[in-house]
Nanobody, 122 residues
Framework: QVQLVESGGGLVQAGGSLRLSCAAS????????MGWFRQAPGKEREFVAS????????YYSDSVKGRSTISRDNAKNTVYLQMNSLKPEDTAVYYC???????????????WGQGTQVTVSS
């Protein structure tokens, strides 16, 4: 059973930056494709970014492309989401998720963290 714990959320002004972290335990991290998702109040959860097991392939939603970078450190069992030029519409609970797949493309995310709140003030 894989456990995921997110951290790094908080309150930031528009234009600011945050780095979210997701620490994994209970499994072989390097065998997991990882993703970040978010859910704003009253909206459905949406994909933000994902990364392959090796970290060699990354994918982004159009809403964050160019402003965010997903990365992973397999030695530390941690995946990161660096978010820059934050906008009020980025306000949401951000969730980390893991899939037992080589690539996150088309993968089913079986494991989810509890989420971390990101609030961007205008």
């Amino acid at each position: 059973q894989v456990q995921l714990v997110e951290s790094g959320g908080g309150l930031v002004q528009a234009g600011g930056s945050l780095r979210l972290s997701c620490a994994a335990s209970g499994g072989t991290f390097s065998s997991l494709a990882m993703g970040w998702f978010r859910q704003a109040p009253g909206k459905e959860r949406e994909f933000v970014a994902s990364i392959s097991r090796s970290g060699g392939n990354t994918y982004y939603s159009d809403s964050v492309k160019g402003r965010s970078t997903i990365s992973r450190d397999n030695a530390k069992n941690t995946v990161y989401l660096q978010m820059n030029s934050l906008k009020p519409e980025d306000t949401a609970v951000y969730y980390c998720a893991a899939a037992t797949a080589r690539t996150p493309v088309g993968a089913t995310y079986k494991y989810w963290g509890q989420g971390t709140q990101v609030t961007v003030s205008s």
